[in-house]
């Protein structure tokens, strides 16, 4: 009986200890003691130094007050009223973080960040001293949202005022989500982008954002058409939407890179066109012109029905690349009185104006990317299939390879259906 | 012959003990090591390796049925006298002490470099101690039960891991299919069969098992589950991270734990996988310090194992402290362990098989064993 009580003794003052020991000691952190940064911009800065911006959240004012309606996005943004904006020049990011502990009063902790902004000159320079920090950083993960943005990035984010989120993380993650729901940007995370900047069969690619110095403009009419519209492409990219209110920052298109160094921007069509050609393609909504009627255009929300088939013939110089995209629609809009709903002449006619379109725009965008020298599609990793071994495959140079290939690209399209009307309403010309 | 006291686990618990104690290499250096030595096929590397080691298991349970019920120890005393005998054991214990230092501080370090980064190296070392030596004091029976408790967690959340990082495969990664080539892999691959000499500590525990005619069964197939697990995720490693990336990588699997992001509700579920880790750790450390204990006692008829705990777990704390830094733990246990542990490993039971095939020795009756 004496033995047993001392037992239970024994685990009692043990799980005392444990409990006592649960809470941490070197490591605990308390929350009111620390500062989450929740976007990170990164500029140059004179004599090799860096500008870090940090944009850090003030939880104690988050979801107070209200959102200001219009008035192009601006001084009544929650967000922006919730946290705080501060840039310091420093030698690397761990040493803005301690030069911004001595201003900010408490621990910053970069375990929070959702997004890193690059200022554009700073990109273009070349971003490697950067990469080894980013991914080196235990607090930093992969899924960090990696964007270029034109100009400054502190220029950017000071201008960033959301209106319909009341804080800058949950403002990321919709921005994140928009690359699977509308295909506007390709959604690059830093673990994209970093292993795909150190592969020799693909390179990096990051959000294009951009200020739009327009949005401030209260009257619509005195907004200019984009010369793209007219033929029913969006060759627009952030900074140059054609609108009045709302946020003034804008992350539409795609920041091309060549290892480190940002080399060329695509627009919202080109984008949608990389990102059909490397299989990532889940939801978009095209225009394409009416093949029948001059002026007139149709709407389609499009998906990739198949990943691409590509096959990438090493043994003939230049190299061949031939690429075959399976996608499928939906009817959204019809502009013309033509019956492509349930005529099936008609829909096939439409179907192959909207697979010469579509390959059109995907051979102009891979024409890009070979005048800069960019494999951004990953044509080189089918390359790659056709050598056996590592070493011949670093030898063989894709890069010089991919800037004089042949590409072909074949897009095979089907409309599945036509939404919630057959043929087309009978009001309209010619009847 | 000594009665030891350190309980008896069935065949089972040796094969959860056995996937344990392999699998536990997947959370540190190896699979990166794979990828420097066999780039996109360092899957191919395993599987070389595997077929070294499969050699190396299948002379081991050869020899342990030419000598039933004895120990790898007893085996030599038979065949090479008392020298033998004293020398298999020293090559024993001091190969599983070497195993408990080098993991003890690689376990430590890469606890300090992802989630306690201020907390100073002695305090985590001590705990990971502490549950060493509690663990092989109780005996083979308490750790036989933990392996029970904690290897569906430990396969589990490792293939959990996998699907929910699976949005990042490319199976383009794998190519070019061959990596380094074919004479490198086959270079390599003596060297990496090191990664499952874990598997030899059934020879000296085949006395602590009760059902004795099952245990190369069980080895067989913990040594093919865990091949199939290293393979599966070595596989997943280059396909998600590509060979310049996964080649720089340390703890592979928590770097995958990280990158999981399945919508806003999904992410940032490393913290789970931090418990299984440290408790794989803890495990491993565990059967190592117990081998240690263990080969020596018998080797120097020592009636009981736990005398020497103390002494083998302060051995284990000090030394683990003489590598200066991460890169040199990781270094010797690439370097040295996984790539030279295979001469004894698979070694000693070669030479022992081959003199009693010279000597004709061997073939004796099952002695039966009895529980405590």
Partial sequence: MAGLKKVSLIKIITLLTVTLLISGCWDRRELEDQAFVQVMGIDKAPHNQILVTFRIAIPSKAGLGQTAGGGGGGEGSVAAQSSLLTSVIAPTIPSAVTLASGYVNRDLNLMHTKAIVLGEPFAREGIARLLGILTRHRELRGNVFMCVSEGEAYKLLEQNKPDLEKSFAKWWEGVKQLQSSQAIHPGSLLQDFITNAESLGIEGTMLYIAVNKEAKNQDPAKLRVPPSFEQAKLGVKSGEIPRTGGNAVEYVGTAVFKSDKLISVLTLTETRSLLMLNGQLRRAVITVEDPRVKGRYTGLEIKQGSPPNVKVNIDRDPVLIEEKLSLEGDLLALQSAINYATDLKNQRMLEAAIEKDLEEGALSVIKKLQQSGSDAVGYGDYASRRILTWPAWLDYDWPTKFKTAEVKVDVDFSIRRTGMLGKQPNVWEPR | ?372
């Fill in chain 2, 1 to 372: 012959m000594y009665r030891l006291k350190e309980g008896h686990i069935n065949s089972q618990s040796l094969f959860r003990i056995l996937v344990i104690l392999v699998v536990s290499n997947i959370f540190l250096g190896t699979p990166g090591a794979m990828v420097e030595e066999g780039a996109t096929a360092g899957w191919i590397l395993l599987l070389f390796a595997g077929a070294i080691a499969g050699a190396g298991i299948f002379i081991l349970i050869k020899l342990l049925k030419k000598f039933p019920g004895k120990n790898f120890i007893e085996i030599a005393e038979t065949l090479w006298g008392r020298p033998g005998a004293v020398f298999t054991a020293l090559s024993f214990g001091i190969l599983a002490v070497y195993t408990a230092i080098i993991s003890l501080r690689e376990f430590a370090e890469t606890m300090l470099t992802t989630v306690l980064p201020r907390t100073p190296i002695s305090v985590v070392t001590f705990f990971f101690v502490a549950a060493m030596l509690l663990g092989a004091y109780k005996g083979l029976e308490v750790i036989g039960r933990t392996s029970i408790l904690l290897l569906p967690f430990v396969i589990g959340g490792i293939f959990t891991i996998l699907f929910l990082a699976g949005n990042y495969i490319s199976l383009n990664n794998l190519f070019p299919l061959l990596g380094t080539g074919l004479g490198e892999l086959a270079y390599h691959a003596p060297g990496r069969s090191s990664i499952f000499i874990e598997i030899i500590l059934v020879s000296l525990i085949v006395s602590n098992i009760s059902d004795i005619e099952n245990i190369p069964r069980a080895t067989w197939k913990a040594f093919g589950v865990s091949l199939t697990v290293f393979i599966v995720v070595e596989i997943f490693y280059i396909s998600i991270f590509r060979v310049a990336t996964s080649e720089k990588l340390y703890v592979p699997l928590f770097q995958m734990a990280r990158i999981i992001y399945m919508g806003r509700f999904i992410q940032r579920i490393e913290a789970i996988f931090i418990f299984i880790w440290f408790f794989t750790g803890a495990l491993k450390l565990t059967l190592a310090l117990y081998a240690g204990a263990t080969a020596l006692s018998r080797g120097f008829r020592i009636p009981i194992y736990q005398p020497l705990l103390f002494p083998l777990g302060l051995l284990t704390f000090s030394l683990s402290f003489v590598p200066p830094d991460i890169i040199t733990a990781v270094r010797i246990d690439m370097l040295y362990l996984r790539e030279y542990g295979a001469i004894p490993a698979w070694g000693l039971p070669l030479a022992l098989l081959a003199t009693s095939f010279i000597r004709k020795k061997g073939g004796g009756r099952p002695e039966k064993s009895q529980p405590d």
